[in-house]
């Protein structure tokens, strides 16, 4: 059941994240052309065309983003919730043995806890049966939420690479290993920051997406 729970609770993640990060990707990717541009000549414009599509195969971001908030974070009273909470504090403590890694355990500690005070927040909306007001900013959520999730996945993989090298595990080179750690060091550097931003929108008393009575034309 533990693992059920915790399966559902990723995969709008797994399907939207990805692809909506994907494109930013390929986009990022199309600057290194500079003044050429995008042309013919480099895959890239293919890759950009392709990716486009991959948001939508399996449900649009914002059905996906209604599905996490609106039923895998509040299902079975939010067991989910709960138990990737507690294997993103398994990874936090694991982390915690390498000196090199502590300040990155304890910056997702940190975000752990905004997270849990933004859930509380929105979840107080749906106590109430307001449940329109709890899901106004659902796709705001999923970015928040998964950046959370990536955050710990590559502080999970930087542990499990510094215990490789510290062991001396020739499996792959200590080159594979270090580029793991440097891609975690680059997610906290440029990427999980990112909540910080994010967190006062989502626990905003100002609600501006949902109109009553009259329609608002900008």
Known sequence: KKNRLLLELLVPIAKTYPTEKGREAVDNGLQVLGGYGYCSDFVLQQYLRDIRIMAIYEGTTGIQSLDLLGRKATMDNGKAVQLLAEEMQRTIEQATTFDELKPYARQLADKMGLSQKVLKFLL???????????????????????????????????????????????????????????????????????????????????????????????
Request: hydrophobic share 50%; charged share 25%.
């Open 124 to 218: 107080s909306f749906a106590a109430k049966g307001e449940y329109e007001r709890f899901l106004a900013d659902a796709t705001v959520f999923m970015d928040f939420f998964s950046t959370l999730v990536l955050g710990w996945l590559w502080l999970d993989m930087a542990a499990v690479a510094k215990r490789e090298l510290v062991s001396g595990n020739t499996a792959y080179t200590p080159d594979f290993y270090e580029s793991k750690i440097h891609a975690m060091r680059f997610f906290f550097k440029y990427e999980l920051p990112k909540m910080e931003g994010l967190a006062p929108t989502l626990m905003s008393e100002e609600v501006l997406t949902i109109l009553e009575e009259k329609e608002v034309i900008a």
